[in-house]
C-alpha cells in the first residue's frame, strides 16, 4: 500500500511511519519539522512540509495514497490548555485542511485520524465505549472531538472513507513527556522522595506504542472505517505505576501524592476494547513488560550522560 503520514515527527506518528514502513508499505511521512530520526527504513521517504491542503493537495493528485493517516496535534493536556487557540488550529484547521485537500485531489484515500480518548471526559470509573457521546472537559479533548465532527462531516456530506482511532494512555520507549516519563524523571533527580500530583487512584489503559502501530496496521489493511478503542483494557491505578518505576529505579526510595485531583484530567480513562477485539487487534505488552523496557532506557541514557 501507498500510505501518507502528517505529523511523522511526533511521537506516534513517527512510530506510525516507521511501522508502516517496516510492514513493506510504500510511507510518504510528512512533517513541519524534519524527521530526527538517524536511520529510516527503506520504503520511507520524509518530506519537511506545511500540512495544508494547498501543499498536501498535489501530493495526493499525484500519487494518489491508499490511506492518510493523521497524526497532528498537541501531544499533552497541559500543552493545549496552556495554549487553546494553536491547539485548536494544529488539532483542528489541520484536519479540515487534509480532508478538504483529499474530497478535492484523491477521494478514493481513506483519512484516519489519530484522536484520543481524552473525548470521552470523566464517567465515574466506567468503561469507555465507542457509542458514548463525547462530554470532554480539557481544551486538548473540545479540540480532538471539533476534529472528530470534522471526520464525520466529511465522511456523510461528501463520501470521504474515514476512521476515528482513540487512542488511551500511550507510552514507550522514546516519549520524553507525559506521566510516566515526568515520574523516571522526578525518581532519578531526587535522592530520598518524591511527591506526584493527584491522589494515586487515578486509573489509565496504558497501552504500549508497538502495540498502537500494529492495531493501526490492522486497521489500515481492511481499510476499516467508523471510529474505535486503542486500549488494553486492563487499568493501571497511578500508585501501582509508582510503585513499579520505584522498583525498577529507586527500591529504597519513598513517594507521597499531592492529593489533589487534576481538574482537567480524567479521573478515570479505561477502554472497551470489544469492538477491537472483534476486529482481531489483541495487544500483548502488559504494563509491566513496557514499564520495564521505559525503566531500562533511562538506566541506559544515564549511563550516556
Known amino acids: 500500500m501507498?500510505?501518507?503520514?502528517?505529523?511523522?515527527?511526533?511521537?506516534?506518528?513517527?512510530?506510525?511511519?516507521?511501522?508502516?514502513?517496516g510492514r513493506g508499505h510504500n510511507v510518504l511521512a510528512l512533517?513541519?519539522?524534519?524527521?530526527?530520526?538517524?536511520?529510516?527504513?527503506?520504503?520511507?521517504?520524509?518530506?519537511?512540509?506545511?500540512?495544508?491542503?494547498?501543499?498536501?493537495g498535489p501530493l495526493l493528485a499525484?500519487?494518489?495514497?491508499?490511506?492518510?493517516?493523521h497524526c497532528v496535534g498537541a501531544s499533552t493536556v497541559y500543552q493545549a490548555q496552556e495554549a487553546p487557540h494553536?491547539?485548536?488550529?494544529?488539532?483542528?484547521?489541520?484536519?479540515a485542511e487534509m480532508l478538504e485537500a483529499i474530497r478535492t485531489h484523491s477521494k478514493n484515500t481513506v483519512f484516519i485520524l489519530i484522536s484520543s480518548a481524552s473525548v470521552y471526559g470523566d464517567r465515574n470509573g466506567d468503561?469507555?465505549?465507542?457509542?458514548?457521546?463525547?462530554?470532554?472537559?480539557?481544551?486538548?479533548?473540545?479540540?480532538?472531538?471539533?476534529?472528530?465532527?470534522?471526520v464525520q462531516?466529511?465522511?456523510?456530506?461528501?463520501?470521504?472513507?474515514?476512521?476515528?482511532?482513540?487512542?488511551?494512555?500511550?507510552?514507550?520507549?522514546?516519549?520524553?513527556?507525559?506521566?510516566?516519563?515526568?515520574?523516571?524523571?522526578?525518581?532519578?533527580?531526587?535522592?530520598?522522595?518524591?511527591?506526584?500530583?493527584?491522589?494515586?487512584?487515578?486509573?489509565?489503559?496504558?497501552?504500549?506504542?508497538?502495540?498502537v502501530v500494529t492495531g493501526?496496521?490492522?486497521?489500515?489493511?481492511?481499510?476499516?472505517t467508523g471510529t474505535i478503542n486503542l486500549g488494553t483494557g486492563q487499568?493501571?491505578?497511578?500508585?501501582?505505576?509508582?510503585?513499579?518505576?520505584?522498583?525498577?529505579?529507586?527500591?529504597?526510595?519513598?513517594f507521597s501524592f499531592t492529593g489533589k485531583p487534576s481538574l482537567r484530567n480524567p479521573q478515570s480513562l479505561l477502554a472497551d476494547t470489544s469492538l477491537a477485539e472483534l476486529l482481531g487487534i489483541h495487544p500483548v505488552i502488559n504494563i509491566e513488560e513496557g514499564l520495564m523496557r521505559v525503566s531500562n532506557e533511562f538506566v541506559h541514557e544515564l549511563k550516556g550522560r
Not at 2 to 21: C, D, H, L, P
Not at 127 to 150: C, D, F, M
Not at 216 to 224: D, E, S
Not at 235 to 254: G, N, S
Open 31 to 56: 512533517s513541519r519539522q524534519a524527521m530526527s530520526h538517524v536511520q529510516l527504513p527503506p520504503t520511507l521517504s520524509p518530506l519537511q512540509t506545511l500540512i495544508t491542503k494547498e501543499a498536501i
Open 86 to 95: 494553536q491547539d485548536y488550529l494544529n488539532t483542528v484547521c489541520s484536519v
Open 62 to 69: 499525484e500519487q494518489s495514497p491508499d490511506t492518510l493517516i
Open 127 to 150: 468503561r469507555l465505549t465507542e457509542t458514548l457521546i463525547p462530554q470532554p472537559i480539557s481544551v486538548y479533548g473540545y479540540n480532538k472531538w471539533l476534529a472528530e465532527l470534522l
Open 235 to 254: 487499568p493501571t491505578k497511578l500508585v501501582e505505576l509508582v510503585k513499579w518505576l520505584i522498583e525498577q529505579l529507586a527500591p529504597q526510595m519513598d
Open 216 to 224: 493501526i496496521a490492522h486497521l489500515v489493511q481492511y481499510r476499516q
Open 2 to 21: 501507498k500510505i501518507f503520514v502528517t505529523g511523522a515527527n511526533g511521537f506516534i506518528g513517527s512510530a506510525v511511519s516507521i511501522g508502516m514502513a
Open 153 to 211: 462531516q466529511y465522511a456523510t456530506q461528501f463520501g470521504v472513507a474515514t476512521l476515528v482511532v482513540r487512542p488511551f494512555s500511550v507510552y514507550g520507549e522514546g516519549l520524553k513527556k507525559q506521566v510516566i516519563f515526568d515520574i523516571c524523571r522526578k525518581i532519578v533527580d531526587s535522592s530520598k522522595s518524591i511527591q506526584i500530583d493527584g491522589t494515586g487512584n487515578e486509573i489509565r489503559d496504558f497501552i504500549h506504542i508497538d502495540d
